[in-house]
C-alpha cells in the first residue's frame, strides 16, 4: 500500500489503474446516459399529444438519432466496459489490465468522439437526422454536411471499443491467478471474454461501413449510390452484419451480471455453469447469421426470409437455457429482496417479455406488419432497457460497497427500483399496442387514435428518468456518508473480489491468489 | 524472413487481435461489396438484370404469351422527361422484341443520364436477356435535345412456367458530374461541327 493514487486532476489524465479508469468509464456513460434521456424526453414531450408543438420536424428527427447513438455507444457500450475494467481482474485475481497505458486511451478519446458527435447539433444542417441507423442514401445523399464528424465520431468509438475488447481478453487470457482455470471463472468473465471477440469482429465492419459513406460522399464512390453501379440494400447488410452481434453485445454482459447477482440473494450456487456458458457461445455465433432479419421487407427472396426466420427463432433456444437457469437457481432458494435482486429478478421477467415479442417480430409475413411500427420501438426497449441498463444498474448497487467502502440505503434504492420499474413499464408497454395499431416509428406527429397510448408512455418516460435522477443523488449520498460496509457485503458472496478488503484498495492482488 | 511473434505472450495475443480487427474492416470495405455483387448478379437477386446477351439461335415457344411491362421513373432532381413508348408487350419467349424509350432533356445545359434497370419477379431476372440495351452506357442528351432509346430483349424459354409477367423498371439518373469527359468530348465535336462550313 506504499503506492497510491496521485493527487489532483493529472490523476485521472494518466492514470492506468484499472480501478481509476473503471470508475471514469462509469461516470462517463451516466452523463451520456442522462443526455441521452433529455434527447428521448424531448421525443416523449413532442409525442405527448397529436399534432406539432414543441419541435420541428427536423429537430425531431435529429433527437431520435442521437437518442440512439448516444445510448448504445455512449451510455450502455462504456458502461459495460467500465465495470469490466472495475471487476474482471479482481474476479480472475490479476493486479490490473493487461495493457494499461492502452487501457487509459480508449478511455480518454471517448470524451472526445462524444463532443463531435454532439457538437454537430449547433451546426448548419444540424445534426445527423436519419436514425441511429443511418441507412444510405438518406445518410450520404441526403445528410446534412455534420455527416462527416458523424463519420469520424464512430471511428473514434470503434477504436475505443476494440482497444478495450483486445485489452479484455488479454487480461482474461493471460493473467488469471493460478488455479483459475476457464471454467472456473466467474460467468461475467465468461460473457465479456465473448463480448470482446464479437466486438473485435464487428466493430471494425461499423467502421468500414461508415469509411464507405464517406467515401461516398466525399470522393465520388459509388457503394451505396445506384447511379454508379452501386446497391443501398448493401448499406443494411454491411450495417446489420455489424447491428446483429452489437445488440448481443449490449446483452451478453448484462446476462453476467445477473448471473453474480442471482446466486447471492439465492443463497444458491448458479444452476447449470456449464450450461451458461455453452449457451453464451452459441448466442455469439447465431448473431452472426441471423442479421437480415432486420431487412425482411427490403426484398428477400422466400428461402432467405425462411433461412434468417428459423435461424432468428433459434436463438430462443440457448435464451431459454439460460432464462430458465435462473429460474431453477431461484428455486427453492432463501431469496432476499436487496435492490440488485429486485434489479435482477426484473431483468428476467422483462428481458423475456422482449425476447416473446423478439420472437413474434422474427416471424417473418408478421414482420410486414410490424416493421417500422412502435411495435419494434416496444421490442427493442423492452430488451435494451430492464436487459442492459437495469443490469447495469443492478451491477452498481451490487458491487458499489465494494468500490467506495460504504453502504447504499436499502430504502432509497427499493424506491428507484420502483420507480424505474414503473416508469419502465408505462413507457414501453403501450408501445406493443400502439404499434400494432400501426403507428410508424420516428414521426413527430401521429393520428389521434394513438393519443391515448402516447400521453401514457410519455407520462412514464418522465417518471422513469426523475428515477435515474434518484439514482444519481442516491450514489453521491453513498459515497459521500454512506454507512461502512463490511468486506463481505454481502451474505456469503461468491467470487474473488470479496476476499479484498472494502472499499478494495488501490491496488489489488499484486501477489496473485491462490484458487482453489 | 518470417517476423518473429513478441517474446510477451500479452504481446504476441494483441498482435493477433489487432490483425483479426485490421481483417474484419478490409472484409468489409474490399470483400462484402463485391462477394454481394457477384451473389446478385448470380442469383438475380434485387432483380438487377446481367450485361449484354449473345442471341443464340433457340426455338421461340409459340405456346406461352408473357406479359412485359416497362416502368420509368425519374430519380430526384433529374429533369429529364423520360417513358417508354409502351406500356406493355405480349412476346413468345425465345423472339426477340425491340421497344423504345423516348427522353427529352428541357433544361438549357448538356447532360449525361444512365438508367438502372430492376426487374420483378426475382426470380425471372436470370431469364431476361437484353441484347442491346440504352442502360449500358451512359447517354448524353445536349440543352433541349430528345432521343429514342431502343431496348432489344428476349424471353428465355427456360422461364419457370409459374411467371406470366415480368415488370421492368428504369430509374434515371443525374449523372452529369461523373462523366465531365463526355459532354467536353461532345463541346469538341459541335465546335468542328460548326466550324466546318
Known sequence: MAHGPAKGLTRWLYTTNHKDIGSMYLWFS??????????????????????????????????????????????????FVGLANWMIPMMVGAPDMALPRMNNWSFWILPFAFTMLV??????????????????????????????????????????????????????????????TMMKMPLFVWTWLITAYLLIAVMPVLAGVVTMMLMDIHFGTSFFNAAGGGDPVLFQHVFWFFGHPE?????????????????????????GYSSMVYATAAIAFLSFIVWAHHMFTAGMPLAGELFFMYATMLIAVPTGVKVFNWTATMFKGSMTFETPMLFSIAFVILFTIGGFSGLMLAIAPADFQYHDTYFVVAHFHYVLVPGAIFSITAGVYYWLPKWCGKMYSEVMGKTHFWLAFIGLNLTFFPMHFSGLAGMPRRIPDYHMMFADWNMISSIGAFLFGGAQILFLYIVISTIISGKKATDKVWENPEGLEWTVPSPAPYHTFSTPPEVK | MKLPMPQNPIHALCLKLGALGFAMFAFAVWIMPPIYDVFCEVTGLNGKTGGRYEARVAGVDNERLITVQFLATNNEGMPW?????VQSVRVHPGEQTVIHYRAHNPTGKDMVGQAIPSLVPFKATSYFHKTECFCFEQQLLKAGESADLPMYFIVDPDLPSQVHTITLSYALFDVTDRYPELLVSSAQLSNEATAQP
Open chain 1, 247 to 271: 445488440v448481443y453485445i449490449m446483452i451478453l454482459p448484462a446476462f453476467g451480471i445477473v448471473s453474480a447477482i442471482i446466486p447471492t440473494f439465492a443463497r444458491k450456487p448458479l444452476f
Open chain 1, 119 to 180: 457538437s454537430t447539433l449547433f451546426m448548419e444542417g444540424g445534426a445527423p437526422n436519419f436514425g441511429w441507423t443511418f441507412y444510405a442514401p438518406l445518410s450520404t445523399t441526403y445528410a446534412p454536411p455534420s455527416v462527416t464528424f458523424f463519420i469520424f465520431a464512430v471511428h473514434i468509438m470503434g477504436a475505443s471499443s476494440i482497444m478495450g475488447s483486445i485489452n479484455i481478453i488479454a487480461t482474461i487470457l493471460n493473467m488469471r491467478a493460478p488455479g483459475m
Open chain 2, 81 to 85: 422527361s423520360f417513358a417508354p413508348e
Open chain 1, 30 to 79: 451516466f452523463a451520456m446516459f442522462i443526455l441521452g434521456g433529455i434527447f428521448a424526453l424531448v421525443i416523449r414531450a413532442e409525442l405527448f399529444q397529436p399534432g406539432l408543438q414543441i419541435v420541428e420536424p427536423n429537430l425531431f428527427n435529429q433527437m431520435t438519432t442521437l437518442h440512439g447513438l448516444v445510448m448504445v455507444f455512449g451510455a450502455v457500450m462504456p458502461a
